[in-house]
């Protein structure tokens, strides 16, 4: 029982390049949700899937797509990375959305050059 | 939407003594509080989380305590030890406010002097 995976762990891009990160659980979970994480500012949601096939825009989607794959895969794509990106993102996912206990991946530092 | 404001930013501590964070949080609707723990490299991970209906929640060293009249909650660690060094997160939601989004406070680095 791996619970939240997410590849890659490190990544550096050029400004303009797109790139996709891939997260995964075995939790059997409903929901998940992708954070991105920057210096005294605690987690931020950019965007949430509370169920296979449904996806919401949290409070900083600009910039970002997602892709609720199927109920164990939801990936977020970068289509132009600008230097405002850099930063940690983590992928989580709960059993129900927001009430229930959320498990975290263990992060993709990303650096925009 | 929610605001959730957490201090202090950084706390320095004595072994063995108490370290308290305490949060506030601005939407009434607000009824699921969660406390993470963020070690360096990690993701966060769950330590302990109260809901509306109970104003106290004790496990082992650490306890969460509510008060939705005023809209704060904070959690105590007791008897710290050296591995209670970590970065702690508060955060709040509602299951009845449309959306109900995690909303997470800023954090607080704890360091645990030995």
């Known amino acids: 029982n791996a619970g939240v995976t997410q590849t890659p762990k490190f990544q550096v891009l050029k400004t303009g390049q797109s790139m996709t990160l891939q997260c995964a659980q075995d939790m059997n979970h409903n929901s998940m949700y992708w954070y991105r994480q920057d210096p005294g500012m605690g987690l931020r949601l950019i965007y949430y899937?509370?169920?296979?096939?449904?996806?919401d825009k949290g409070e900083v989607p600009n910039g970002y797509n997602v892709s609720r794959l199927n109920k164990r895969e939801f990936s977020l794509r970068l289509e132009s990375a600008a230097p405002s990106q850099t930063s940690v993102y983590f992928c989580?996912?709960?059993?129900?959305?927001?009430?229930?206990?959320?498990?975290f991946g263990p992060g993709t530092r990303l650096t925009v050059l | 939407g929610e605001n959730v404001e957490q201090h202090p930013s950084t706390l320095s501590v004595q072994e063995g003594d108490s370290a308290v964070i305490k949060c506030t949080y601005s939407?009434?609707?607000?009824?699921?509080f969660p406390w993470y723990k963020q070690e360096l490299g990690k993701g966060p991970q769950l330590i302990i989380d109260?809901?509306?209906?109970?104003g106290e929640k004790k496990d082992q060293r650490i306890a969460v305590t509510l008060n939705k009249t005023a809209k704060h909650f904070s959690l105590h660690i007791t008897e710290t030890q050296p591995e209670d060094s970590a970065v702690y997160f508060c955060?709040?939601?509602?299951?009845?406010?449309?959306?109900?989004?995690?909303?997470f406070g800023g954090g607080t680095r704890v360091l645990v002097k030995p």
């Open positions: 989580a996912s709960s059993s129900r959305a927001y009430t229930d206990t959320q498990y």
């Open positions: 939407d009434s609707a607000s009824n699921y």
């Open positions: 955060a709040a939601s509602s299951s009845l406010a449309a959306g109900n989004k995690l909303t």
């Open positions: 899937s509370a169920s296979e096939g449904t996806t």
């Open positions: 109260i809901r509306s209906n109970v």
